[in-house]
Structure formats: structure tokens, C-alpha cells
């Protein structure tokens, strides 16, 4: 089994930045794709932005230029930089891990097996 623990979440001004982590324990695979996915209050969970084990990025129209994946693979962990946030950023964000293959990583919740518990992004104006 793997575990998967979100942290860094919390309340920013409209533009400014915060940086989610997120640390993967437990039977970790190669290779991988690790996501963030976002889900507000009455929408549906929406992809953000994912990373494979070979260094491939994939992040939605609405991120890109502002947010940035990264990993730390000797401590398994995924890191999210945010900056230039806004009110439609707002949302609980997950971390996912799933099976990686060839080319970008996945956006598709479906291909993700493991997810963190969450971690609020609140953004006032």
C-alpha cells in the first residue's frame, strides 16, 4: 500500500503564492505519475498538474505560467508551486499517484490509484 500526506495549504491574498507538498510513503512503484487535482464546493474534482518519473509535465491551460510541478525523488515527495493565485484557484487540493507509461503523464482521475486525504487552498480578495 502507499500513502500519500498533502501539506502547505491555507489562506493567501488574491496574488500571492503558496507551495503544496506532498510526501508518498509505503510501497512506492516505478514508473509513476504523481498529480495534483483540485475539487471546489460543488464542482467536480479537476485536474491541475502532473509530473512522471521521467520528468514530464502536463498542467491545464488556466495554471500554466503560474504553477509549477517538481519532485524530490529521494524523499518521494511532489511539490506544487503556486503563484499569482486567484479566486478560482480556491479548492481542496489532492495529490494521486498512479502507473506510469510512455509520453505525458496522465490527467485522468481514473488512471490514479492512491490519493491524499487533501489540503485546503482558500484565497481572499
Known amino acids: 500500500q502507499v500513502q500519500l500526506v498533502e501539506s502547505g495549504g491555507g489562506l493567501v491574498q488574491a496574488g500571492g503564492s503558496l507551495r503544496l507538498s506532498c510526501a508518498a510513503s509505503?510501497?512506492?512503484?516505478?514508473?509513476?505519475?504523481m498529480g495534483w487535482f483540485r475539487q471546489a464546493p460543488g464542482k467536480e474534482r479537476e485536474f491541475v498538474a502532473a509530473?512522471?518519473?521521467?520528468?514530464?509535465?502536463r498542467y491545464i491551460d488556466s495554471v500554466k505560467g503560474r504553477f509549477t510541478i517538481a519532485t524530490d525523488n529521494a524523499k518521494n515527495t511532489v511539490f506544487l508551486q503556486m503563484n499569482s493565485l486567484n479566486s478560482e484557484d480556491a479548492a481542496v487540493y489532492y495529490c494521486?499517484?498512479?502507473?506510469?507509461?510512455?509520453?505525458?503523464?496522465?490527467?485522468?482521475?481514473?488512471?490514479?490509484?492512491?490519493w491524499g486525504p487533501g489540503t485546503q487552498v482558500t484565497v481572499s480578495s
Open positions: 494521486a499517484l498512479g502507473r506510469g507509461y510512455y509520453g505525458l503523464p496522465s490527467s485522468t482521475t481514473g488512471t490514479y490509484d492512491y
Open positions: 509530473v512522471s518519473s521521467r520528468n514530464r509535465t
Open positions: 509505503g510501497r512506492t512503484f516505478s514508473p509513476y505519475d
